[in-house]
């Protein structure tokens, strides 16, 4: 099992905080128990092992199965995994200087979607639902969601590198989820990432999110249509692609073009993507997190001509 250092990874971390699921898990090492032997092992009574065997299933630790047995038919407790490895995002302390550029969700320079699709502003729909042509609405600009099944939707960003600074990571982050009929959380989509042309890698979506409204969703809006996605950190290094410390590819900030004028970003559900889930994108108006789309180039600053002289006369 993989874990990473996100909300993702919580339930695993979860259910090992618990003296009483260790030592359930130490008694599955040795063999596969079903309720009433777990319970008796550790002392306590079956409906509270019920409780603590519903924790480590949510978190994949281990698996049930309905087995016949001496009394009928019984819930075996199977230990499911083997070792468990954490990955750590790339060290980035020394990483403080950085440009950032903020782009509203309505400021996209490119698209092709395919409904369901649709956009809005803080206080109104934008034309009709599942209307491509509401697109190129000029009130466009102003939107803070967006949403489609299939297709793309691209950006363009303004580089303010300058010679004298080095590009080490390039940071973009914004709130996305999947976009089903009405809300599913259990609606996978794989979203495909694109810097100047280059494939980032893709991100499963794992559901569009209803459950309860959006911290910055306007009260107007459907209570029966998405309120919320998941914050997403894509990070460019020297080493690869990292989405939230898991890497994407190993596609380095040397193969983007980094040091271009401008940039492109591009937010794509393919049509031969596996889990054609369509994707929505959450501005700072909509959603849980009062933020847009946020791109930082993290560098490293070359000593000016000046200092360089005044250490070699030192060095001589």
């Known amino acids: 099992m993989q874990l990473d250092i996100s ?35 550790v002392g306590l009574s079956s ?17 049930t199965e309905m087995v016949p047995g001496k009394a ?25 200087k950085y440009h950032e550029t903020i782009l509203s969700v309505g400021h996209y320079t490119d698209f092709y979607v395919e409904p ?3 956009l809005a502003t803080p206080e109104q729909i934008i034309g009709e639902f599942d209307e491509p042509r509401y697109f190129l609405d000029p009130e466009r600009v102003n939107a803070k969601i967006l949403w489609f099944s299939k297709g793309y939707i691209e950006y363009k960003i303004p580089n303010f590198l300058t010679p004298t600074e080095n590009p080490k990571a ?14 599913n959380e259990n609606w996978p989509s794989d979203i495909t990432f694109y810097l100047n042309n280059v494939n980032l890698g893709t991100w499963t979506s794992p559901g569009d999110f209803g459950d309860s409204p959006g911290k910055y969703t306007p009260d107007w809006w459907p209570k029966v249509i998405n309120q919320y996605g998941l914050l997403k950190f894509i990070r460019i290094t020297e080493e690869g692609t990292y989405m939230d ?10 193969d983007i073009q980094i040091r271009s ?38 560098y490293t600053k070359d000593l000016n001509p000046g200092t360089q002289k005044s250490i070699a006369k030192t060095n001589d």
Not at 245 to 254: E, N, P, R
Not at 271 to 295: C, E, H, L, M, P
């Open 7 to 41: 909300t993702d990874s919580l339930p695993v971390y979860e259910a090992l905080a618990s003296k009483v699921r260790l030592a359930i898990i130490q008694q599955l090492t040795m063999r596969s128990m079903n309720i009433r032997e777990l319970a008796e092992s």
């Open 47 to 63: 409906a509270i092992m019920t409780m603590h065997i519903k924790k480590l299933e949510k978190s994949e630790i281990i698996r």
């Open 72 to 96: 009928g038919i019984q819930k075996l407790c199977i230990l499911d995994v083997e070792q468990i490895e954490i990955h750590f995002p790339p060290k980035t302390e020394s990483l403080t």
């Open 116 to 118: 369901t699709c649709g």
């Open 170 to 183: 390039l940071e973009i982050s914004l709130e996305m989820s999947s976009e089903a009929p009405f809300t």
């Open 245 to 254: 410390g898991m890497k994407l590819s190993d596609v380095t900030i040397q």
């Open 261 to 298: 004028m401008q940039w492109s970003f591009r937010v794509s559900v393919p049509n031969d993507a596996k889990n054609v889930g369509g994707v929505t994108i959450f501005g700072s108006r909509f959603g849980n997190y009062k933020q847009d789309i946020i791109f930082r180039l993290f």
